[in-house]
């Protein structure tokens, strides 16, 4: 049985577990996450400001990190408040604060997360006398397409440590509004600084819309003009580094100038929120001593006018200019031309003449076809096994069960049909680099590796006794889905209904190690404990697997050798992950099977490297009734259902221009005042995009509010029993595909 080796393994994974648990507590224990997150709204009209409020949580932000992307949200901004604007908790339009105002954090065009230098926080909270709510404001340029539901907000980083240096934001904005057909067009702000303790600037980032060139700063200091930032607002808006140390001292002048062009305009442009209108801000975030009074105790702002001729006459001429060309940020920058959505673009019950039966694996060969596998006339209910896992009914499946299509056009187009009178009661499949196709058979307890010859299917080989249950190095119990590695061809396998363990193989099928045990009591949600892992993946490039732990309502992700790093889950929401696949150009997909709450099955999308999901989409016609497995291929995703024995598969598009590579590539480091190297990245797209046109009003529901207390990457010290060869794991306590509701 192999007993002794997995127990060993056993202790290894929990002394791992352990470690990282510890070190997780003592180098972030003071380091809290707090994510302020939209709760599935959808814009209705062009311009669409929404804000929400929540009680601010006490401690220091030492870090922003935005969830969100250009393609749906065209600005965020964060304010702490003395009281939101509204009692509603959530509303509309562009009020934020009641008494005294803040800007904590703005955020465009992807900018990546913002980390402030060491011994540097935000006081909120208790820690502050002013900032009791935090506000977040998201302007959506326009409606989406399709039926999507947005979560972006901003997971805000909380220490309990009170640093020596308080970070705030000073805006300069001013209210005039551009006369036509000007070349240059300057708009000018000054203010001198009447505080006591010093300004340290630390990081800045300039707004306008479409007719601004530069924005600039400065502060005059014993007659002596000190530049503290400037930038061209086309480019991706962010906070920007400042590189040598700065300070401001009482009495300094402090000016800034947007330059604006209005060639080709014919009436004067007001500034204001809208895409037509234009804007003229330069944010200043500074730090100063934590133990000196607050010289802005209600906010830091500068619209003024202060010694203006001075300002205007002595105004460094640098500051002014058009800065030389910068073309991948201007790339970068490009205006978002296409409407982000999620389009159902088709969806079918029959593949050439294949009535499609259940479908239960999908995938996609070496030439971007899609690679159905479906049960034809074989139905998973309560009748199909015996009490030990055994398959009542063993003979295989006549009909075809492999279908490989072609998506491209408005139909699915039947390419090839494989694998008949082969499976018993199909389940995972994967299809590798070399077109080998890898299949799980929850029928035959077994996976197999095959190749097409001359148009059918040959079996290279098999792991697992054909028909006999275990949880040893040879058999499987219903193993549910496979993945294969592009590095060295490694196989990875969930299983699944029975046991609770992903186990890895070689490219030729020997036994390599697994991971994984079962949860040991109802809602275990332990890191590295499943209840039926249902669905794996693997991410190549970023050497993670992500696996959907059915039953625990979550997707887990995993290094290489079966590290467990964090969770995905949100149990107010779903209680179920049925399936879940990376997608270089997205991130991370993944479904639940049945519907739970507010909001019904919707299929939903983190981007890479993240533990929150950014947005769902469902189809419009119809809901989902039980979707059991998504895969994305750049902007298409299909998914497959099994409802009522009958097959349903679905293709979506998404609509985007920010198409990637590599998600990854997005999320390249921010303003990180930790790194020495600190890059100031630049990613993204587009200042503004005005979008007027004001749909009719429909009635819209609103289901935001903040989402409070989510600690990352928190891996709970639950001491519990290695219970992935309990033999009580080992009974038919799961559970057919169908509901649980109508199984034993
Ligand atoms: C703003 O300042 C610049 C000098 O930096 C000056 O040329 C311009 O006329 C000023 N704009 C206004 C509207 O006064």
């Known amino acids: 049985m192999g007993t002794h080796k997995h127990v060993s393994f056993g202790i290894i994974c929990c002394l791992l577990n352990y470690l990282i648990a510890t070190s997780v507590k003592k180098t972030f224990d003071e380091v809290t996450t707090v994510a302020m ?74 900018a990546p997360s913002l980390k402030l230098p060491k011994n540097v926080g935000f006081p909120v909270g208790e820690a502050s006398p002013s900032i009791k709510y935090l506000v977040l404001q ?46 240059a067009y300057f708009t000018n702000m000054s203010c001198t600084y009447n505080g006591n303790v010093k300004l340290h600037p630390f990081a800045f980032r300039t707004h306008t819309h479409k007719m601004g060139r530069t924005v600039s700063a400065y502060l005059k200091h014993d007659n002596k003009w000190t530049e503290i930032g400037k930038r061209n607002p ?24 947007c330059r604006f062009e209005s060639t080709g305009k014919n009436e004067m442009t007001e500034m204001g929120h809208m895409g037509s209108s234009e804007m003229c801000n330069f944010y200043m975030m500074f730090y100063r001593d934590a133990d000196a009074e607050d010289p802005f105790p209600n906010g830091a702002f500068c619209s003024d006018y202060a010694s203006r001729e001075v300002a205007i006459r002595e105004y460094p001429v640098e500051g002014t200019q058009i800065l030389p060309k910068h073309p991948e940020w201007e790339e970068q920058a490009k205006q978002a031309e296409i409407t982000f959505g999620v389009i159902e673009k088709n969806s079918v019950t029959k593949i050439g003449k294949n009535k499609l039966g259940q479908i239960s694996g999908l995938s996609f060969d070496k030439n971007g076809n899609l690679v159905v596998f479906q049960r034809g006339s074989r139905v998973w209910n309560q009748y199909s096994y015996d009490y030990n896992n055994i398959l009542i009914d063993k003979t295989t499946i006549q009909e075809p069960t492999i279908l490989i299509v072609d998506t491209r056009g408005n139909e699915m187009k039947l390419l090839q049909e494989l694998g008949q009178d082969l499976f018993y009661m199909p389940h995972g499949i994967f299809v590798d680099d070399s077109n080998y196709i890898y299949v799980t058979d929850v029928g035959s307890h077994q996976v197999h590796k095959l190749k097409i010859v001359d148009g059918k299917l040959k079996v290279i080989f098999s792991i697992g006794e054909k028909f006999v249950p275990g949880n040893d190095r040879e058999h499987f119990c219903k193993p549910t889905a496979v993945a294969v590695s592009k590095a060295d061809g490694s196989i990875y396998i969930s299983d699944g209904y029975c046991n609770n363990r992903v186990l890895k193989f070689t490219k030729d099928g020997r036994y390599v190690t697994e991971f994984g045990q079962g949860s040991a009591y109802q809602n275990d949600l332990t890191l590295g404990s499943f209840n039926l892992p249902h669905d794996i993946s693997i991410d190549d490039a970023n050497s993670k697997i992500y696996v959907a732990d059915r039953e625990n309502g979550r997707v887990q992700v995993f290094n290489m050798d079966g590290t467990p790093i964090y969770d995905i889950k949100k149990s107010d929401i779903f209680s179920n992950v049925y399936s879940a696949h990376y997608c270089p150009n997205h991130g991370l997909f993944f479904i639940p099977g049945i519907a739970k709450g507010k909001i019904p099955d919707f299929g939903y999308v983190v981007p890479h490297n993240r533990s929150l999901f950014e947005y769902a989409f469902g189809p419009k016609s119809v809901d989902f009734k039980l979707p059991h497995i998504i895969r994305a291929r750049g902007n298409n995703v299909f998914i497959g259902e099994i409802s009522d024995g009958q097959g349903l598969l679905w293709k979506f598009e998404i609509e985007t221009d920010n198409l ?85």
């Open 234 to 257: 086309q480019w991706p808006q962010l906070f920007q580094k400042i590189e040598k140390p700065l300070e401001i001292n009482g009495n300094d002048l402090l000016a800034a100038t």
């Open 660 to 744: 990637l590579k590599d998600s990854s590539e997005r999320i390249a480091n921010g303003a990180n005042f930790d790194d020495k190297v600190s890059s100031i990245h630049l990613e993204g797209t587009p200042s503004s995009s005005g979008n007027l046109v004001l749909f009719a009003m429909l009635t819209f529901i609103i289901v935001a509010s903040a989402y409070f207390g989510y600690k990352k990457f928190k891996a709970k010290k639950t001491i519990h029993a290695p219970a992935f060869f309990d033999k009580s794991g080992f009974q038919p306590l799961s559970t057919d595909d169908h509901s649980d509701d109508e199984m034993a």
């Open 37 to 110: 997150q939209m709760q599935g709204y959808s814009p209705d009209r062009g311009d669409d400001y929404v804000a929400f409020s929540m009680h601010a949580p006490n401690g220091y932000i030492v870090e922003f990190e935005p969830l969100s992307d250009a393609s749906r949200v065209h600005h965020m901004l964060l304010y702490g408040c003395e009281e939101p604007a509204s009692d509603a908790g959530f509303w509309r339009g562009h009020d934020t604060c009641r008494g005294s105002t803040h800007i904590l954090y703005a955020w465009a065009r992807n």
């Open 138 to 183: 998201v302007h959506y340029a326009t409606p989406f397409q399709g039926r999507v539901k947005d979560f972006s907000g901003i997971n805000l980083h909380i220490s309990s440590v009170r640093p020596n240096n308080f970070a705030d934001v000073l805006l300069f904005s001013s209210g005039e509004p551009i006369p036509p057909n000007q070349e």
